[in-house]
């Protein structure tokens, strides 16, 4: 299954930063079809280093993210290579010349796209993982009246320091390959040594130690703990441009709900009256369970629920059975509210 791309044209488009992006573009797919009330929109952003063809791992036919009764509609966020990003963009803003993103520039393009191209009023659900998990709620407490139901997976309101610090080290490993060249390199594929050696730390960082305690990743068709990340995550990092990831990680380290309301982080989630779930992965290192009961308890009637598990913050990728059940569970669980 795998919905085309297609773009919606921003025009000159005035970002957090002051700066203007002369003629930015979104990128998206969509699958299923808008009925006539225009109330089955499920919208899904995309997590890290991920595109809206990403998502798709969670959509079928019989699952809960099932196109023949939803319209999803999976936007490209900002810096993903598909949307407006450094990898992409024109003189003078391409490169390492492209200017900060922030989460909420991504919602304000995405909101654009819903309304003015589809004639969107309210949206069924708003669901992500990780920084899609930040950009829905970023869209509750920025659209409140739109969104019926929200579900953050392994995300929090705001990035938690530890998590910052964590993406430091990793941009630091994207930098450290002198091919980098200050963000003007003139192939990704020359900045090898960079991308290999984040990849690394995202494999220390993303799953858990009982993944690798208990050999975890036998059962998803690895020989070898090194196999996994030179297989997995290194195969997954390695085609992706370092310019384009260090500005996705920057709208990451920076994301936090409570900008619209002055830092009062009770007063901006104190605005969503969604039907709210907030799904959190044992043993993630990157959002720890209790991060999430923090924001949980400044949510009126939020449901937390803990998806236990050894993957960690890579349980979404549903790489083994009860992993996989689970989420959808937890999608079926949220669309039916």
Request: glycine content about 8%.
């Amino acid at each position: 299954m795998q919905g085309p791309h297609e773009y919606f044209e921003l025009g000159p488009y005035t970002l957090d930063s002051g700066d203007t992006l002369p003629a930015a573009r979104l990128a998206y797919r969509t699958l299923g079809r808008l009925n006539a009330a225009k109330d089955n929109a499920v919208l899904v952003p995309h997590m890290y280093s991920g595109t809206s063809a990403s998502m798709q791992m969670l959509i079928g036919e019989g699952r809960a993210l099932d196109p023949s009764r939803y319209f999803l509609i999976l936007p490209d966020q900002f810096g993903s290579g598909l949307s407006s990003s450094p990898s992409n963009t024109p003189a003078p803003f391409g490169r390492g010349h492209f200017p900060a993103v922030t989460i909420a520039d991504d919602v304000r393009a995405q909101h654009r796209l819903v309304t003015e191209q589809f004639g969107i009023t309210a949206l069924h659900t708003v669901l992500g993982w990780s920084m899609g998990g930040q950009q829905t709620y970023e869209w509750a407490v920025r659209h409140p009246e739109m969104v019926l139901r929200a579900a953050v997976f392994a995300a929090t309101a705001k990035t938690p320091v530890q998590n910052q610090l964590q993406l430091d080290v990793q941009c630091e490993l994207l930098r450290s390959d002198p091919a980098f060249a200050d963000g003007f390199y003139t192939d990704s594929d020359d900045v090898h040594l960079g991308l290999g050696r984040h990849a690394m730390a995202w494999a220390a960082t993303s799953t858990s130690y009982r993944f690798f305690r208990d050999e975890v990743w036998r059962r998803i068709g690895f020989a070898a703990a090194e196999e996994f990340t030179l297989g997995f995550t290194r195969g997954h990092f390695q085609p992706m441009d370092p310019n384009n990831l260090l500005r996705q990680a920057a709208k990451w380290r920076a994301a936090d709900v409570s900008l619209c309301t002055g830092g009062d982080m009770k007063v901006a989630l104190g605005r969503i009256t969604a039907e709210f779930f907030v799904f959190a992965f044992g043993d993630d290192l990157l959002f720890p369970v209790e991060d999430h009961e923090r924001d949980a308890a400044m949510i009126r009637n939020a449901r937390l629920r803990v998806i236990e598990g050894p993957l960690g913050h890579f349980t979404m990728f549903g790489l083994i059975p009860e992993d996989a059940a689970a989420i959808d569970d937890a999608l079926a669980e949220v669309l039916k509210s």
